[in-house]
């Protein structure tokens, strides 16, 4: 009898990792593994990038993180990595599970998230229903899906009225901008309220570079990230943020 062979999707699909999530797309795998998955909890699924693309989803602290991975014939790439196997890929995590990402953030791969889970049946017994008339009809019952989309990184940004620049912690979760004096405060200094804001736009009006702003009707933050490349990210997932809010998203 031939052993099972682990090559290329139909390998993924349908044999090991329990961790492989194959139709979960990104949104959802945030909102489960912030839901329900801790520090270090990671996943592997389908990336919608391509026929040979997946993703590494991984849990840091506050947010979610997702990582490239291609496929070619049955040989696997991961950043700088290229495995001949899926089985070598895997084996890769169990003995190194450290990642460190563009941002600097070194993310542990602790706890992998699997597909099946026992779920208990445990249900509320209804007492009422349908004591109140909305006026809702069926349309109006559409699910609307919470915004997601998580980021987090150190960048600086400058006081209001005494200009000077401070090396903050930020991290973007639903439509809260939170910055804290470092990573390991639990508390932070401020959360902005994306509704409230108003644009995210590149800034070159101060002595630094990779600096971009958000305008609120009260106050523009002046913010700069070290590279170019997460300048340009914060913008783009910030941008993307204030046109889910416009939506009502
Ligand atoms: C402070 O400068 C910090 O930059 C504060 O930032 C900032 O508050 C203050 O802004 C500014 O005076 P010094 O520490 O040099 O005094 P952080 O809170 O990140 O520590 P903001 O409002 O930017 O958070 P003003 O506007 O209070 O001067």
Same mark, same amino acid.
């Not at 090559?7 to 961790?19: M, N, T």
């Not at 998955?37 to 389908?46: E, I």
């Not at 790439?77 to 290229?82: A, D, I, L, S």
């Not at 915004?147 to 200009?163: C, D, N, P, R």
């Given at each position: 009898?031939? *052993? ?15 961790? $492989? ?15 329900n #998955?801790?520090? #270090? ?6 990336s ?21 991975v ?5 040989? $696997?790439?991961? *950043? ?64 609307s ?12 940004? /400058? *006081? ?24 390991m ?9 994306l ?8 800034? $070159?009006? /101060? ?9 609120f009707?009260?106050?523009?933050? $002046? ?20 046109? /889910? ?5």
């Open positions: 009898m031939r *052993g099972r062979r682990w090559l290329g999707e139909d390998a993924l699909k349908r044999g090991p990792p329990c961790w $492989y999530h194959h139709d979960l797309t990104r949104h959802a795998t945030e909102a489960l593994l912030l839901t #998955g801790k520090d #270090g909890s990671y996943l592997l699924r389908k919608n990038e391509g026929p040979h693309s997946y993703a590494l989803s991984v849990r840091a602290k506050d947010s979610v993180k997702h990582f490239h291609t496929r070619s014939g049955s040989a $696997y790439t991961f *950043g700088f990595n290229e495995f001949s196997s899926l089985k070598d890929f895997v084996g890769h995590f169990a003995n190194q599970p450290l990642i460190g990402s563009e941002t600097g953030t070194l993310i542990v791969l602790k706890n992998p998230y699997p597909r099946e889970v026992e779920e208990p049946s445990i249900y509320e017994s209804v007492r009422v229903h349908t004591a109140m008339q909305t006026g809702r009809t069926e349309d109006d019952l559409i699910p899906a919470p915004s997601l989309g998580t980021k987090e990184g150190y960048l600086i940004k /400058q *006081g209001a009225i005494v200009k000077s620049w401070k090396t903050r912690w930020f991290t973007l979760n639903r439509n809260e901008l939170k910055y804290y004096k470092d990573k405060f639990t508390e932070p200094i401020r959360t902005l309220d509704t409230e804001c108003t644009a995210v736009q590149f800034d $070159y009006s /101060q002595d630094k570079t990779n600096c971009f702003c958000l305008v009707p009260e106050r523009t933050f $002046y913010l700069c990230a070290k590279t170019s490349v997460e300048t340009d990210e914060w913008i783009k997932i910030l941008r993307w943020k204030l046109s /889910q809010i416009k939506k009502g998203i």
